[in-house]
Nanobody, 123 residues
Framework: QVHLVESGGGVVQAGGSLRLSCAASGRTFSTYVMGWFRQAPGKEREFVAAIGGWGSTAYADSLKGRFTISRDNAKNTVFLQMNSLKPEDTYVYYC?????????????????WGQGTQVTVSS
């Protein structure tokens, strides 16, 4: 069984930065794609970024340039560096693990999910 635990969320002023972390256990981490998604109350969970085992990345077009995904396979951890944050980046952020060899953007392609971490950007 895979267990994912996010951390690093919080409250930040607009223009600030946060770095989210997601620690994984229960599988050989380095071979799987890891993704970040976000969700607002009553809204669909939306794709943020993903990274494959070899480091290939994909980003939501609207977030490219402000958000950076990375991973440390030795520590079974994936990160999301978020810069120049805006109030509209206020969401619950989830990390996910998928068994696809591609870099999927669809949430249905991911098999395991963390519990989420709240990010609130104040204006």
């Amino acid at each position: 069984q895979v267990h994912l635990v996010e951390s690093g969320g919080g409250v930040v002023q607009a223009g600030g930065s946060l770095r989210l972390s997601c620690a994984a256990s229960g599988r050989t981490f380095s071979t799987y794609v890891m993704g970040w998604f976000r969700q607002a109350p009553g809204k669909e969970r939306e794709f943020v970024a993903a990274i494959g085992g070899w480091g290939s990345t994909a980003y939501a077009d609207s977030l490219k340039g402000r958000f950076t995904i990375s991973r440390d396979n030795a520590k079974n951890t994936v990160f999301l560096q978020m810069n120049s944050l805006k109030p509209e980046d206020t969401y619950v952020y989830y990390c996910a693990l998928g068994t696809s060899r591609a870099i999927p953007r669809a949430k249905d392609a991911y098999n395991y999910w963390g519990q989420g971490t709240q990010v609130t950007v104040s204006s």
